[in-house]
């Protein structure tokens, strides 16, 4: 039996980050009360879920054009220490819901990354104000009000 302990080197958290943020949401139109009121809030509640998954994108593609093969190791790291609702433990992401599931896990996903981004964004810039403004540079205009304002 082979007793290997997983490392941040070892595990793929990028990966298993991109999985988690493409799962599907899971949403429920009865959740929504019946009537033209209840479907239009559903509609307009599963839009907004897909643009969270374009953000997540988004920040992903990001965070590995400017962090590389070093992001899924970063990643590992960031979560295994992580105190927040999304953790890695035991090789698995894990998500504490909060109130609603399908609305709030791909911001969680997405916040892992902001946080990387960030990091390696302030290793180039002196203030938190000039790291903002270049990586305002780089994404769109809904990412950067959502995630660095």
Not at 16 to 43: I, K, M, T, V
Not at 56 to 71: M, N, T
């Amino acid at each position: 039996m082979n007793t290997t302990t997983q490392t941040p080197e070892t595990i793929n958290a990028a990966q298993l980050l991109n999985q988690f943020a493409h799962r599907r949401p899971g949403l429920d139109p009865r959740d929504y009360g019946g009537g033209r009121e209840g479907w239009l809030s559903y509609r307009r509640e599963s839009a907004e879920i897909s643009r969270d998954l374009n953000d997540f994108r988004e920040l992903y593609s990001l965070a590995w054009d400017i962090l590389g093969d070093k992001l899924p190791e970063l990643v590992a790291a960031y979560l295994m220490t992580s105190s927040g609702r999304l953790t890695l433990q035991d090789n698995k992401l894990q998500y504490i819901t909060g109130q609603y599931f399908p609305t709030e896990y791909r911001p969680a996903a997405s916040r892992c990354l902001v946080s990387l981004i960030w990091r390696k964004f302030a290793e180039q810039y002196e203030t938190g104000d000039q790291t903002r403004k270049a990586i305002r540079r780089r994404v769109s205009r809904r990412v950067a009000n959502n995630y660095f304002r």
